[in-house]
């Protein structure tokens, strides 16, 4: 469902709701979670790949030859946002086989809310990719924000990014700072609290995913 605004898809499917109540659930496990957060990216992830290019080949099946759609065009590349956006990797992954993998390393100050950066690799060249980046919590907007700036500065020019869960705030900051970039979002949730914390959200997503607090 686009969000009055064909850059913002904003999910509405049956699965996807039910997968994010598993996540909110505070009883919901480090193992179940990890793999339900994958799950939702391959969900989130097919709705962002629906504008890829097809090109034509002939095939030969038990019956005749025909000319049939395969995926044309730019090479991928996904970009988690470290660390809670490494759980998203590996559902993509089963859609892209082929992408490549960067990483941003970030992480929010506590006190200033700003994000911190601290690793960036990207794949080289990366202006010809398709990139996907993804982090499963958009909350002030301040991490992906910076992250897309870095992949603007380093040549990247076609950019989708992916979460699990925005807050209003972050989803207009963003969709503000960085208008051509299409964003897919899983749920939009209510608010903030006096912390950034997305409510009513899921809590912290990387202590969740890998069993840290
Ligand atoms: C979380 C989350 C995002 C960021 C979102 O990461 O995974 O990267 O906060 O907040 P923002 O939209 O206000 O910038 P965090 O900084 O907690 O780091 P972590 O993934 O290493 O735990
Ligand atoms: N980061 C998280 O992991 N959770 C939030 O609710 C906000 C930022």
Redesign the pocket.
Known sequence: MYNNNEKIFICDHPLVKHKITMLRDKSTGTNEFRAIVEEIAMLVGYEALRDLELTYVDVETPLETCSCPVIAGKKQAIVP?????LGMVGGLLKLMPTAKVGHIG???DEET?E?QPYYCKLPSPIDQRKIFVV??????????IEAIDFIKKSGGKDINFLCVIAAPQ?LERLAKAHPDVKIYVGNLDRDLNEH?YILPGLG????RIFGTK
């Open positions: 946002i470290l660390r809670a956006g970030m992480y929010r809310l994000p982090d499963p919590m958009l909350a002030t907007g301040g991490s992906a972050g950034a912290d997503a990387g202590d």
